[in-house]
């Protein structure tokens, strides 16, 4: 079939195209596409419909789940803070993206450097202790985000009790041959943060103390 000439177009056909043009503009000018609510996070699906919805393939669903959950962000098109929002649902959607892909990093890399950075600090400690239960279920894959933890308990929240508590759940917890030996000595150097330089000295083997 030959085209034909843009000139062959009827005027009243223009006439309509121009006119449904600028409606279209019109109706976007009058009603932007507004960007999500810290409100609009729901709390997530139970886990009998997610199984449903991921047709026997979890890893996916979890991808696409944690992508929404971070469309909950401060970023260029939506000005909503962390710490806007509500952290027990926050952590539920953590909690089910887990569930869905147990080995998968980025719920627990999220929860301790994105949700646990923010100015609230008991937004903050709720985040750290959901990291550091969460830890418990595999030390050996997920003690860089309890690591992590211990940082920011340390040099944010300037508890060194914290720090300490979760150093030393990862020396006690995390024992596979793929963690690096820093991890496992956390404790020892917040210790001699706290001046507790005997208790470092006896956990690094040095039985005999220096006498003052």
Known sequence: MAERPFKDVPKPVWVILAFGLALHIQVRLDHPVEPPRATDLRPPPGEASLRLASFGDPIPLAKLLMLYLQSFDYQAVNRIPYQALDYDTVQRWLLRILWLDPKGQYPLLAASRLYAEVPDEEKARRMLEFVSEQFLVDPDRRWPWLAHAAAIAKHRLNDLPLAKRYAATIQKHATGRDVPLWAK????????????????????????????
């Open 185 to 212: 000595q956390m404790e020892i150097f917040i210790l001699e943060d706290m001046n507790e330089l005997e208790t470092a000295r006896i956990m690094i083997g040095c039985v005999k103390l220096r006498p003052d």
